[in-house]
């Protein structure tokens, strides 16, 4: 199956050809680890976990290597950390359980999950204050080769040594200055110069450098952490459209100069923004969302990640409460097939249109309209034989986009939960089912008065119903 991807580096869709297919990398920039992890940082984690299980897929478990880092020394970490009176590492070791803990529940694949003792690990979680020695030796190469110079205790990077600089964001150097509205350092020899190094107060973290004591800026991060484990040229490189200017450009910039000139990422993915309720997610607005506080709320990961894949990955979602009760109803049709686990299987094959949408720029839309599609090949009046195979590659169709775990779901409880809350009124399903049969047969008589009384006897429980071609069906109310 031919892979497309959509490249920010050529603006187009492209026939993905990795530099080794024995090895395919990819490098994703993770999350800033200070606070919870909102759900807007969970759209990269997740996005970027089909892409993974995808090359898996395409390439062999044992062919695709995957780098997600933890930046766990930033300023604003610092910052953080003495508001809170508390030392980095017990801030930046408790954020990183914290998002782990987060992304697993929303059925992401973890290292310990695909690695196996002893061989080369194909998914590796690096942190930046683990590659210091490597930063270090990367600025200097950049210095001696003349695209960065020292100034107070300050190491930077010299835009106008790169010719190209400017060709991932497609910006011109005198675009960016117009554009910049930061305050122009005083040691800095052009405006859009980045800092490498910068010397650190002996409170904040720092470390031993041919520079000074100080700490790594930003940028150099993600360029040493990937060429230490993926190369100095890889396959693709992922993050949030956010990072493109001038997080990705600054870190093309170093790689390539450090470099040589050899490409650095050869396709950049970037996934869109999300917004909450049709606005900006920002703390003075109040629409703060965390991964955290919706799985607190009783909405399980598999929901949280169904509505996020039910958008394009490059489009922007406006994330709503609606759009998750939605995506929890939608998901039922599929665990009322997966659910219970009779006959061993035959294959682990997912269905080729599934794989063929994901293929198309991880068309995940897509995709789960062909899961629809799917499960009407099965459903009522075909044979058990065709039923069975059809389950398998529904369940194999799932698990590919890491919705393979729907055992016991039940979307009603779910919506029961969100509504009053875990500890209010839970639906009586056997009084509702008994109301259900009742009107059933009063309609059947033509009772409609009876038939109308248990309708509203029903909707003061918070029940709405729906009558179709195969019966009654019922949901809570909302
Ligand atoms: P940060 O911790 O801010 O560096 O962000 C971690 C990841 O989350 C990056 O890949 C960002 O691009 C991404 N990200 C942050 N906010 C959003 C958002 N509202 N929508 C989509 N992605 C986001
Ligand atoms: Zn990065």
């Not at 999300?274 to 703390?283: I, N, P, R």
């Amino acid at each position: 199956m031919t892979l497309k991807l959509y490249n920010t580096l050529t603006r187009k869709k492209e026939v993905f050809e990795p530099q080794d297919a024995s090895n395919v990398r990819m490098y994703v920039c993770g999350p800033t680890v200070y606070d919870y992890a909102h759900i807007g940082n969970a759209r990269p984690v997740i996005v970027f976990d089909v892409l993974f299980r995808l090359l898996r897929h395409l390439y062999g478990e044992d062919h695709v290597t995957y780098a997600r880092n933890i930046t766990d020394v930033d300023d604003k970490i610092i910052a953080r950390a003495a508001d809170e009176d508390r030392a980095i590492s017990d801030l930046t070791e408790e954020t990183t359980r914290q998002f782990h803990d987060d992304i697993r529940a929303l059925g992401v694949l973890m290292p310990e999950d695909v690695n196996t003792p002893g061989a080369t690990p194909s998914f590796i979680e690096p942190k930046a204050t683990e590659h210091i020695p490597q930063m270090i030796a990367m600025i200097e190469c950049l210095i001696a080769s003349g695209h960065a110079y020292e100034a107070e205790g300050h190491v930077l990077f010299d835009v106008t040594s790169k010719d190209d600089y400017g060709k991932l964001a497609r910006r011109s150097l005198d675009e960016m200055e117009a554009g910049a509205r930061v305050e122009v350092a005083p040691y800095k020899k052009g405006q859009m110069d980045f800092v490498l190094w910068k010397p650190s107060l002996a409170k904040q973290p720092g470390w031993e450098s041919p520079w000074g004591r100080g700490r790594p800026g930003w940028h150099i991060e993600c360029s040493a952490m990937s060429e230490a484990h993926l190369g100095e040229s890889f396959d693709i490189h992922g993050g949030g459209i956010d990072l493109l200017f001038p997080h990705h450009e600054n870190e093309v910039a170093q790689s390539e100069c450090a470099h040589g000139g050899k490409p650095f990422a050869r396709y950049w993915l970037h996934n869109g923004f999300l917004q909450v309720e049709g606005e900006k997610m920002s703390k003075s607005l109040g629409n703060f969302v965390t991964v955290r506080e919706l799985l607190d709320k009783g909405w399980p990961g598999e929901v949280i990640r169904f509505a996020m894949l039910k958008t394009h990955y490059r489009q922007p979602i406006n994330w709503t409460q609606k759009g998750l009760m939605d995506a929890a109803l939608e998901l039922q049709t599929f665990a009322n097939w997966t659910s219970d686990e009779d006959d061993e299987p035959t294959s682990d094959e997912p269905a080729s249109s599934i794989v063929a949408a994901l293929s198309d720029d991880l068309n995940t839309p897509l995709a789960v309209a062909e899961l629809h599609k799917l499960v009407k090949t099965f459903s009522p009046g075909h044979s058990d034989e065709v039923k069975q195979k059809g389950i398998e590659q529904l369940r194999n169709s799932l698990r590919l986009i890491g919705l393979g775990e729907l055992d016991g779901y039940d979307a009603n409880k779910i919506a029961s939960t969100i509504t009053y809350g875990r500890d209010g009124p839970q639906i009586d399903e056997a009084r509702v089912g008994q109301l259900i049969a009742e009107r059933t047969a009063a309609r059947k008589t033509k009772d409609f008065k009876k038939s109308d009384e248990i309708r509203d006897q029903l909707a003061e429980m918070g029940i709405a119903l729906k009558d179709g071609p195969d019966g009654t069906t019922w949901e809570v109310a909302r």
